[in-house]
């Protein structure tokens, strides 16, 4: 995912040597975009067999994400599967700040069957302050205080997107929220690789950061109702 002015994913994850978005997957699969993609064409994602798409909402408490309204109504009416993501900023202000910021601009949830948990994006910041500065046992109160927000306000944990090498660095390798919060892990190559501590499965994998369909290429690890079971809550 990117970021306004922070180094992305893709500046700390080597693909590897046979792109794994060219490989015939059969679990449902799905994009994540913001308005780096520019216009996205729903129902092409539908006929190309997309199930789901995670749309970039808000980062901090100061930025929302100009085509967030665009692909939200967009994503819907094509028939897809969405929710939204929030790219944290640790550094700036507290967990809670931004849950609440991120659910005053469209970060919600509500069990539709079509609208999946709001997703915390938490990754390496810019080089130097990869950990925006906090010990790893204040990086887990800031998620906490991020968690518990978004589950007070709507019923349930939001999905925590990160690498697990951050998350080893970071956090000190927590498994604090692997008994609430759906996991989902971004590592570009052809097997998802170690998980962070506690887990022992992952709900999504972003494989790839580009592909066949705009955004970075994702996968449910499941079925479809499955997906659509976490979209119920």
């Known amino acids: 995912m990117k ?3 922070l180094l992305t994913l893709a500046a700390f994850l080597a693909l590897s040597s046979a792109s794994p978005s060219l490989v015939k997957r059969a679990a449902p699969q799905g994009v994540d975009i913001s308005h780096y993609q520019g216009t996205v064409n729903f129902n092409t994602l539908v ?8 749309i ?3 980062e901090g408490t100061t930025y929302q994400d100009p085509n967030f309204s665009a692909n939200y109504n967009g994503a ?3 028939g897809l ?10 550094d700036t202000s507290s967990g809670a700040t931004q849950a609440n910021y991120f659910l005053a601009h469209g970060g919600g949830w509500s069990g539709d069957g079509i609208t999946l948990p709001g997703a915390l994006d938490i990754e390496y ?3 130097g302050s990869e950990c925006y500065g906090l010990s790893a046992s204040a990086m887990v109160s800031w998620i906490k205080d991020f968690s518990n927000t978004y589950h007070s306000h709507t019923g349930v944990y939001p999905v925590i997107y990160t690498t697990t090498d951050w998350w080893k660095t970071c956090t000190g390798n927590s498994a604090a929220f692997a008994s609430t919060n759906p996991l989902w892990i971004a590592h570009y190559s052809s097997s998802i690789g170690t998980l962070p ?7 999504f994998w972003q494989y790839a950061d580009s592909g066949p369909n705009p955004g970075d290429q994702d996968e449910f690890n499941g079925s479809l109702q499955g997906l659509k079971n976490l979209a119920l809550g």
Not at 47 to 54: D, L, T
Not at 197 to 203: E, H, I, P, S
């Open 3 to 5: 970021s306004t002015g």
């Open 47 to 54: 006929a190309n067999g997309m199930s789901f798409v995670y």
């Open 56 to 58: 970039k909402v808000t």
């Open 76 to 78: 819907t009416k094509a």
């Open 81 to 90: 599967i969405r929710g939204g993501y929030h790219f944290a900023h640790p």
């Open 125 to 127: 910041g810019p080089s």
């Open 197 to 203: 501590a506690g887990w022992t499965y992952t709900t």
